[in-house]
């Protein structure tokens, strides 16, 4: 049944608000903490994300494409599926592409100049060293000696000091556009995602908002980190941009989907869309990242996605009861 419009968009904005807060508190947590987060705990929590989106695609997505049962919206099914696959896929050849001078080269550099200061400044003072072997002998030697070594210290100091400042100068990390365009696109994405659940019902709605929160902190917490080396000033915008254009994705998917309501076909394809780009955020971005680091697997840390799985099944029961 087609909604009022401002009805849709004032419960859009609403759902979509508890992911978005979750995503602006990751985005946050990098800039104003020193501290990294626990790396296992982490990996945990992106395993426990996993489950809960499986959950959310199985519950709520699935079963409508499995009640669609006339030739168009078979057909609108393939089309729906078959963009939402092209189009991550397509965002992660922009991601890869974009190369980022990030810290690592700046460290290597500085570096390179402290160590070409010290070594420019002990080969002064071993130069120094065997003239002086050549000349006066007694304390007038050592003193001399001990006077020109300390000299030479400084300036190689003074050196390997100005070699950082230049080079702090010259290596700034530029912003990572591509990859701020796939930030921007997933949160319009999942934004979607929530509109389009809110049409098929309010617990479906509600369901994805609280499903979406963990992935949203963590990719929220990923761009953060990446956009850290930048000013404060293109930092904390780039940081709170995503959580907006995440709630206006939402007021348009609910808008496009209660005007497709009436048209099934369109609707399902919609959904369709919706599937193949949570699946590819489950297995080719949150598992993939979880263990990209090359280490071992740790048991608690894998069961995390039944847990999760699991967490939706029961949680979704406790909705459906409760908005009954």
Sequence with gaps: SVLP????????????????????????????SSRPPNKLLSFALQHFAAGMLLAAVAQELVPPLSAADHWHDIVAIIIGFSLGVGLMIGLEFVVSDEEEP???TKEVMLKENVEHGHTHGAEQCSDHE??????????????????LKRSLANSSFRISEKNLKESSRIIVPSFPIAFAAAVYIDSAMDGLLIGLAL??????????AVALCVEMGFLGLTFSTAVMG???SRSIPAAV????VMMVGSMIGGLVANALAANNAALVGCTAFGVAALLYMVCEELLVSAHESGEEHVWWVDLQVYVGFMFSLIMEKMLTVQLQ
């Design 5 to 32: 419009p401002v009805q849709v968009m004032v419960q859009s904005m609403e759902l979509a608000a508890i992911p978005a807060v979750t995503m602006l508190l990751g985005g946050i947590y990098p800039l104003v």
């Design 102 to 104: 990030g810290s690592d």
């Design 130 to 147: 065997s003239s002086d072997g050549h000349s006066d002998t007694g304390s007038r030697k050592s003193s001399h000696s001990q006077s």
């Design 199 to 208: 049409v098929t019902g309010k617990s479906a709605g509600l369901f994805m």
């Design 230 to 232: 930048q000013p404060p």
């Design 241 to 244: 941009i995503g959580p907006v």
